[in-house]
């Protein structure tokens, strides 16, 4: 890598997401943990990355995955101790691996010593004032302080009781009651998290992933939502004043010698109001959920990529590409379905799916990503082509999205099943033959689906991926920004359903690289003379066509 590519490494890099729980297992308990990932670090070299972002790995009672954090300053015993996580950062740097680290400001664990705290030392107090807590509406204040809908479906405020026992106030939570919500206006709240940033900072963290980004600052006055808000209206979502906080934490990841990246999780439809989170003095990427949300439709995703370049031009920050992530259903499975678009309120169980069709588009679907210019993210196992679990046993599912809908909703324990490793053993090998059972089961059939089953075989997925992010790696037309659409592949001009453009200048036909992905009925042919370098299809297969469901990259 040159110098340049290296300095700005965020802008093009293939960050791996680590879930810890289900990655490995390294001591047998059945939960995945730090030391299962340091033996697997040179399955993530092999692969081609050069990051990890890890979900939250600290001390937490796991009422939401980790996304309920007691203490951000230590790591939680089930996945390891803090040495442990400093020498996986340091080891995972000498392979050529960077590390993010998941922090999580909109709210604590109801465990987390300032809520304690606040709830021992009772209305009125200093306590109290880091988070939202409110006396109710009605008589004997016994109605909800506001009716905001929680991001986990339901209301957003639970009541407190008294230590004599009568009810007391309510707090505010945006997802379970198990996460209050941090009140952004506090001078502590503030100076806490610039603390926590250079902790990580301070321990060799590349950067920093910033969960709900977009949530962290309330309107004081606690109002009802409107029924159209406009920009910067929102009583709890893209706030003005968030800019202020992220401007602060630029600043701090600013000033280390390599500099440390913030990469936002900032949910929002609008993409200008998005890409303000990305002005040169605040985040450096954020995760672009409008594309991984469209349906495998090339005019749906033709319009996402334009519009998402379009609106990062201006900012001049990268694009990213996420095709999934902790909290969504697995690609194999959302592109076998007639409906392939994601939406949380949409997921049910029992939705008809085509798994070999669904296989076929994901396939194709990290061609896609890994060609467009930007940062590329791929969530674990989705290299391995995991479908989503969806038979999980019902009372093994502890994702509190899916109690809270009533048990309508799966939730997204499906996507956070432990990796198979191995053909065989009592956990594929996500944990030592004989070990205890993982903490979610892993289907009967995932042997075939192991690392070990997909190494060496050229038509697995995991071929595939180690291909795909090698040619990202070696190809110069694909580190930089330059992206044309084609009207054209060869004579034959490109049809609706197919997506094709040309990566690199351009300037010397030898330097471009074209990418085709063909979402038609039809095949698509190649021009004469095409340089085939990778297709999505079977490798021992020449292409002379793109078949249906196919990506081929070549060289015109
Ligand atoms: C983010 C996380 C998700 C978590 C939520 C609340 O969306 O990705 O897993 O449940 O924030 O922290």
Redesign the pocket.
Known sequence: MSTGYEAEWWRSAVIYQVYPRSFADGNGDGTGDLAGVRSRLGYLRDLGVDAIWF?PWYVSPLA??G??VADYRAIDPQFGTLAEAEALIAEARELGIRTIVDV?P??VSDEHPWFRAALAAGPGSPERERFWFRPGRGEGGAELPTRWVS??QGTTWTRTTNPDGTPGEWYLHL?APS?PDLNWDHPDVRREHEEILRFWFDRGAAGIRI??AALLVKDPELPEVPEHPGPGEHPHVDRDALHDVYRSWRAVADSYDEPRVLVG?V?LPDTARFTRFLRPDEMHTAFNFDFMARPWDAKALRESVTTTLDAHAPVGAPATWVLS???VTRPVTRYGRQDSSFAFTAKRFGTPTDLVTGLRRARAAALLVAALPGALYVYQGDELGLPEVEDLPLDVIQD??HDRSGGVDPG?DGCRVPLPWTRAGSAFGFGPDGGSAPWLPQPASWGDLSVEAQDGDPASTLSLYRRTLAARRAEPALHGGAFRWLDAVGEAAVGDDVLAFARGDGAARDDALVCVVNLGPEPVALPGGARVLLHSGDPREALDQVPTDVAVWFRP
């Open positions: 979900t939401d995955g996304y309920d999580v909109n709210h991001d986990f997802f996460q969960d709900s999780e949910w992530n902790h909290d509190p999205m997204r």
